[in-house]
């Protein structure tokens, strides 16, 4: 087989499993750029192997994706450490079929990528890839360089953080559109009671802009303070606001324009009917992958 075609097989393999890799990368590094940068580090790694001493392409490429995205992953958390404001995951627009697979659109939320935050580098990799993607241990000690002791005691130390942590399930996806129909209206409209109606008691809204948009610093908890924020900030600034239902990391929420304009992406938590957590992406630099679906998959 010549350079050409060692090529073109080789493309055609990533290809198939480009998906997966993309998922891998974005769960590990809550940055669809980033995502998209270790896919090329990827990419350009795998083409240089003879794969036709690989066994198993799709644990070869999980374990070159999962080592690039550790390396930036170290990078980026000292970043985030100098981060003005609250930081949030960058929003991906996703498809009904992300939203039907409640284990995937659980492992891709707003909600649980924040509480990965706060896991290490390490631990991150490692229980994305045990508990989302199911991957044996003595794989996961392939691609993060332990050994398969070390990599089960940190699956169960990561594992054990994140369940204290983890929210609760959210409901089904038709209480949670009715729920964020109801948000929609209240929002539009500048309703405050019609605000507290579908907010729950202990609601966290979390607000990102990056420095460069106007954000709230610090959660806002409660209904009544999430209720008066929102109301306030639109009549503060006399906007005409309109707000446009997408999917968003597997879940409901809302495209909102002012005067015509994106300013951002929210994304919706329900539970028991009512609205939870609130995540508004206001970063004009974390809003450039939202002009399609982004297909995400577990195999």
């Keep these: 087989m010549d350079s050409a075609d060692r090529t073109a097989e080789a493309t055609e393999t990533f290809v198939a499993h480009r998906g997966l890799l993309f998922t891998v990368a974005y769960e590990m590094l809550g940055s669809a ?8 580090e990827t990419w350009l790694r795998w083409v240089a192997v003879d794969t036709s001493a690989v066994g198993d392409p799709r644990a070869y490429l999980v374990r070159i994706t999962t080592r690039q995205a550790l390396n930036r992953l170290r990078s980026v958390k000292r970043r985030r450490e100098a981060y003005v404001g609250s930081w ?12 039907a697979d409640v284990e995937l659109a659980e492992s891709v939320s707003m909600a649980l990528m924040l509480v990965l935050e706060t896991l290490s580098p390490t631990e991150r990799a490692v229980f994305v890839l045990r508990e989302v ?46 729920a964020a129909a109801a948000f929609r209206r209240a929002l539009e409209g500048r309703d405050l009671q019609g605000l507290l109606d579908v907010l729950a008691p202990d609601v ?43 999917a ?9 324009h002012a ?9 919706l938590r329900v539970e028991e009917h009512r609205i939870t957590g609130l995540y508004y992406v206001r970063n004009p630099n974390k809003l450039t992958h939202l002009d399609a679906e982004t297909p995400l998959t577990l195999l």
């Design 33 to 40: 750029a980033d995502a998209d940068d270790v896919l090329q």
């Design 88 to 99: 949030l995951p960058e929003p991906l627009l996703t498809a009904p079929d992300v939203a």
């Design 133 to 178: 993607f199911g991957f044996g241990y003595d794989e996961i000690a392939d691609a993060v360089g332990k050994t398969s002791g070390a990599v089960h005691q940190i699956a169960h130390r990561a594992r054990r953080h994140v369940e204290a942590r983890r929210p609760r399930r959210s409901v089904t996806a038709g209480q949670a559109e009715a």
């Design 204 to 246: 966290v809204a979390i607000s990102d802009g990056g420095g460069i948009k106007q954000a709230s610093p610090r959660p806002v908890v409660g209904a009544g303070k999430v209720a008066r924020f929102i109301v306030g900030g639109l009549t503060k600034h006399d906007v005409v606001v309109t707000a446009v239902p997408v």
């Design 248 to 256: 968003v990391n597997g879940g409901p929420g809302l495209a909102l």
């Design 259 to 267: 005067n015509g304009e994106l300013d951002g992406v929210m994304a």
